[in-house]
């Protein structure tokens, strides 16, 4: 298998455009989840499907955000507009049995709005 | 107080000694500790799960677990240069999972 495949790897952008990130989860994987991370706030969870249905998305920080995740193989985050603020390294994972397997992440997308 | 305590290092150990990374909890419904190793600039990596109290071997890898006292531990022997990355203690309560801050771990050659 060859993992979770996220793209772009990077993406530098201006503040107000809007950035779609995308993923790929591991086949059979049934629960894809979105995460950011940055030096000052570590892994934050930001939403997370099971069976393509959105559980929980209470990380999500604005309205700004959104996701989806269509069928089984291919999840979007998307920020609109963007703001420099929202410079992170944003991680896509899968899990086959959320909460009694770990996960698998995904290369990530080093986003870099100027 | 952070759900997930882990001290932030940098932790240096010497080529071949054994490195000793910590991670206290605070919800006692934790049902399932893992612990990730991310090398800077990549993605977390999944190295260990345990489930119940006591220790759990992976070659050069123990992690331990005492519920008791919320507490889980990871140890690496015989440590490598290669070993130097940050490592992420994760606890899963009702399928949320939740990550500490990590712990910057350099084995010195």
């Known amino acids: 298998d060859a993992g979770v495949i996220q793209s772009p790897r990077h993406e530098v952008t201006e503040m107000g455009q809007e950035v779609t990130l995308r993923c790929k989860p591991i086949?059979?994987?049934?629960?894809l989840f979105w995460y950011r991370q940055t030096m000052m706030r570590g892994l934050e969870l930001l939403i997370y499907f099971n069976n393509n249905v959105p559980i929980d998305d209470s990380g999500m920080p604005e309205d700004r955000f959104s996701a989806k995740m269509p069928n089984a193989s291919f999840s979007t985050l998307k920020i609109q507009p963007s703001e420099p603020r929202d410079s992170a390294v944003y991680f896509c994972a899968s899990s086959l049995r959320q909460g009694i397997d770990g996960y698998t992440f995904g290369s990530g997308t080093r986003l870099t709005v100027v | 107080q952070k759900e997930v305590e882990q001290n932030s290092g940098p932790l240096s150990v010497p080529e071949g000694a054994i490195a000793s990374l910590n991670c206290t909890y605070s919800d006692r419904g934790s049902q399932s500790f893992f612990w990730y190793r991310q090398y800077s600039g990549k993605s977390p990596e999944l190295i260990m799960f345990i489930y119940s109290n006591g220790d759990k071997e992976d070659g050069r890898f123990t992690a331990q677990l005492n519920k008791a006292s919320q507490y889980v531990s990871l140890l690496i022997r015989d440590s490598q240069p290669s070993d130097s990355a940050t490592y992420l203690c994760a606890v899963n309560v009702n399928n949320d999972m939740r990550f500490g801050a990590g712990t910057r771990l350099t084995v010195k050659p």
């Open positions: 086949s059979g994987h049934n629960s």
